[in-house]
């Protein structure tokens, strides 16, 4: 395809719509009792933009810097949305809007702040994806706490996007630019005798980052640290074989993974024509074989939401705008709790979410540990597809070439 029609449908697909900016400058908390409020830690590899009204910009830091926020959320809204203000500043009973905010000099601070909230000990590290401002993820990020009701304590890492729909090669050097950041902030969270256990949630773009910090530590230690105990990946925009190859340098024993992909995500779509046509893990079929049976074999959850409908045009959103998924996510997966038990209501939940078309839902068999549950939408009617060669992981998810 010609360079110029890939550009047109970047800019079709990709762009999002217009948003007022300059919503970090903290306001006035309402008094009304109409508002909750999510309090977090973001850390960055972004540069300070010297606006308190944006706080960093989309460029490269040479350090990493950490920062209180307070979010107030107005609890007359849509769950899964984020209500943007429609100008400024921002009111609290019907907008997002920054309370607070304070900027940290040392990881004592941090490690003060963490150890004062009330959940003990669980951390939800979330990394957004492409085409982000500082405020997009941190908005983002406070409506997936607030919405899934989950008894976490949230931590942001947010890269240097530069939130342009023509900066998709920038982007994506900047999560490798960011890869030892992310890599010490979990070691450092890690290293606190507070923190019992770290799930980390990472969206499209993020999701390569987290893979590549991951790998990272697993090269140095072996495997990943131990109190990494999930890992959530939401529409991944990861070239397939090198997830395979990412899972297998991590080492063992790793982190429980789950994958959540739909097959009519249209920004992983646009993804894959700009990479070369080679498709990317949060767009497979994970029903279909060699997925189905490689994906189990490696005890790796996934779970397809082609068929859940949200407000998302792009559908590459569905994991936080969705209130039945972001609430697994909250309430299931990041406690570590196996995804089928003594009781079907999760089924059934999960069943309506789709339409009705997950019905197999499954443990791993003929492993030595009791591997996560698998849910799957069965078969279609039609023939199955098989990816094309060189995109199939083997059992143990290790690249492999198809052979025809």
Not at 156 to 180: C, H, M, V
Not at 224 to 232: E, F, G, S
Not at 262 to 282: E, F, K, P, Y
Not at 323 to 351: A, F, K, W
Request: proline share 7%.
């Amino acid at each position: 395809m010609p360079r110029c029609r890939s550009a047109v449908l970047l800019v079709l697909l990709l762009g999002s719509c217009a948003r007022p900016e300059g919503v970090m400058a903290p306001v006035a908390p309402s008094t009304t009792g109409v508002t909750d409020r999510v309090d977090m830690l973001v850390a960055t590899t972004r540069e300070p933009s010297g606006s308190p009204a944006t706080l960093f910009d989309g460029e490269r830091s040479s350090k990493p810097r950490l920062t209180q926020i307070s979010v107030s959320i107005p609890r007359r809204r849509e769950a899964g949305s984020v209500q943007w203000p429609h100008s400024l500043p921002p009111d609290p009973e019907r907008d997002f809007a920054v309370t607070n905010v304070r900027q940290m000099e040392t990881v004592a601070e941090g490690r003060a702040w963490f150890s004062r909230q009330r959940n003990d000990g669980h951390a939800l590290v979330f990394i957004h994806g492409f085409n982000n401002t500082y405020g997009d993820a941190v908005f983002r990020l406070a409506q997936i706490v607030h919405d899934s009701r989950m008894h976490a304590t949230p931590i942001l890492f947010t890269w240097p996007s530069r939130a342009n729909i023509t900066g998709y090669q920038y982007d994506k050097e900047s999560t490798n630019y960011s890869r030892s950041g992310l890599e010490q902030a979990l070691r450092t969270l890690a290293a606190d005798p507070s923190v019992k256990d770290i799930t980390i949630l990472a969206h499209s773009m993020g999701a390569w980052l987290a893979m590549e910090a991951l790998r990272q530590m697993g090269i140095r230690d072996g495997h990943a640290h131990p109190k990494i105990h999930n890992v959530i990946l939401a529409s991944p925009d990861i070239d397939i074989q090198v997830f395979a190859k990412q899972y297998v340098e991590m080492g063992e024993p790793r982190p429980r993974f789950t994958i959540f992909t739909s097959q009519d995500d249209r920004a992983l779509a646009v993804s894959s024509l700009i990479t070369g046509r080679v498709s990317r893990l949060g767009a497979i079929n994970p029903a279909e074989e060699p997925y189905r049976s490689r994906l189990e074999k490696a005890g790796i959850t996934a779970i397809d939401l082609t068929k859940v409908k949200t407000g998302d045009g792009l559908n590459h959103g569905k994991f936080s705008e969705s209130p039945e998924i972001v609430q697994l996510i909250g309430q299931r997966l990041m406690m570590g709790q196996p995804l089928t038990d003594s009781t079907v209501t999760l089924g059934q939940s999960i069943t309506a979410v789709v339409g009705g078309t997950v019905t197999n839902i499954g443990t791993v068999a003929a492993t030595a540990v009791a591997a996560p549950a698998v849910i799957l939408e069965q078969p279609r009617s039609r023939a199955q597809k098989q990816p094309p060669p060189g995109e199939t992981l083997d059992a143990d998810l290790k690249p492999q070439q198809l052979v025809h």
